[in-house]
């Protein structure tokens, strides 16, 4: 499984993770035949649309920092 899953940042997955989690319990042999496989695609898919979600916020929360910034830096360049 995703060493760097941590289910307070993917709350959007945790039942997916979870039932992958259960997936794997069931023993080797399982997993090696490949019977967790759609799991796992579910959850890769999951966790792309939650890093996707991420991501976009926070360019528009760096994007209005910068605005801010800028007017910041106008208004020295002004008061000069």
């Known amino acids: 499984m995703h060493p760097h899953l941590h289910r307070e940042d993917n709350k959007g997955c945790e039942e997916?993770?979870?039932?992958?989690?259960?997936?794997?319990?069931?023993?080797?042999?399982?997993?090696?035949?490949g019977m967790c496989n759609d799991v796992k695609t579910q959850v890769?898919?999951?966790?792309?649309?939650?890093?996707?979600?991420?991501?976009a916020k926070n360019r528009e929360i760096a994007k209005a920092k910068r605005?801010?910034?800028?007017?910041?830096?106008?208004?020295?360049?002004?008061?000069s």
């Open 16 to 33: 997916i993770m979870n039932a992958l989690e259960e997936c794997h319990a069931k023993g080797f042999l399982w997993k090696s035949v």
């Open 44 to 55: 890769n898919k999951c966790l792309r649309a939650e890093r996707l979600d991420r991501t």
């Open 67 to 79: 605005q801010h910034m800028e007017k910041v830096w106008a208004e020295i360049d002004a008061n």
